[in-house]
């Protein structure tokens, strides 16, 4: 279609041979993304104008943050550790859950069509849904409170990690596990022995790198209800303490740091 609105430049070589060169696809798609961004704008009513002139309210609640009120800090230690426990059971409890998901997602072990379309259909539905819709739907199911955080954070690490964890199942080598199940093992026994080896390294540093991003997630939770420092900074923002806000965010910021680093030194040992 494209060769046929821009005709492929001819080139003689040469020998007298005639070779055709074809055109660039990328004033196409510059012009695509131009009529993309203006259609964007247009839709969702940007104005830099507006930035501009509200950009000084960024600064003026920046100001408010610092210094951040440091008396407040004895009252976090038990929200973020609150956070800290709903994020690293939702991730253990995910991630354990994600490799049976994964395992019944895996075209190249179940042998059913059905059942691998199913399952990767439910995950599809589980990525969709964003984690604070899951804690939303969780409180009122379970109460507020932590329980509902855990929950949100739980659902969306099976399906952060079986979506990655049966890709690499699925591009694993089979010819280990086709000559042990020639053998006489069960399929599951040819998965534990021929495949789970290849794919622990990864799947072991996708938990982990799962668990990194729950932590942020856990943080804004509490605003609707899931409980974890996101209620004290729901609060603080509510009432407009923004240097209350501060403390949150730099105790916060520090958290995830650490956790990060730490993951990050564990997953390099796996890759």
């Not at 020998?15 to 993309?36: C, D, F, Q």
């Not at 399929?187 to 021929?194: L, V």
């Not at 958290?255 to 040992?269: A, G």
């Amino acid at each position: 279609m494209f060769d046929k609105i821009f005709v492929p430049k001819k080139i003689i070589l040469p020998n007298g041979k005639v070779v055709l060169e074809k055109r660039s696809y990328t004033p196409l798609i510059l012009l695509i993304l131009l009529i993309a961004t203006i259609i964007s704008v247009r839709i969702t009513g940007f104005s830099m104008e507006v930035i501009v002139k509200r950009i000084k309210e960024f600064f003026f609640i920046l100001d408010q943050m610092i210094p951040p009120n440091w008396e407040y800090t004895p009252k976090l230690w038990q929200p973020l550790m609150d956070t800290i426990k709903m994020s690293l059971l939702g991730s253990v409890l995910g991630a354990a859950v994600a490799l049976p998901v994964a395992i019944l997602a895996s075209s190249n072990i179940i042998k059913s069509p059905i059942v691998v379309s199913i399952v990767k259909f439910l995950l599809s539905i589980l990525r969709t849904l964003p984690t604070l819709v899951a804690a939303l739907i969780a409180t009122f199911i379970f109460g507020l409170g932590t329980m509902a955080g855990t929950v949100a954070i739980f659902l969306f690490t099976i399906a952060y990690v079986a979506k990655l964890l049966y890709e690499q199942i699925e591009n694993a080598n089979m010819d280990a596990y086709e000559a042990m199940e020639s053998m006489g093992l069960t399929r599951i026994q040819a998965f534990r022995y021929a495949i789970f080896p290849q794919v622990l390294p990864n799947y072991l540093s996708t938990s982990l790198f799962c668990f990194e991003g729950n932590v942020r997630y856990a943080s804004i939770l509490g605003y609707v209800g899931a409980g974890g420092i996101g209620l004290l900074l729901n609060e603080g923002i509510g009432w407009r303490n923004y240097a209350n806000v501060g403390i949150i965010l730099l105790m916060l910021a520090i958290t995830v740091f650490i956790i990060e680093n730490i993951s990050e030194h564990f997953r390099k040992k796996l890759v």
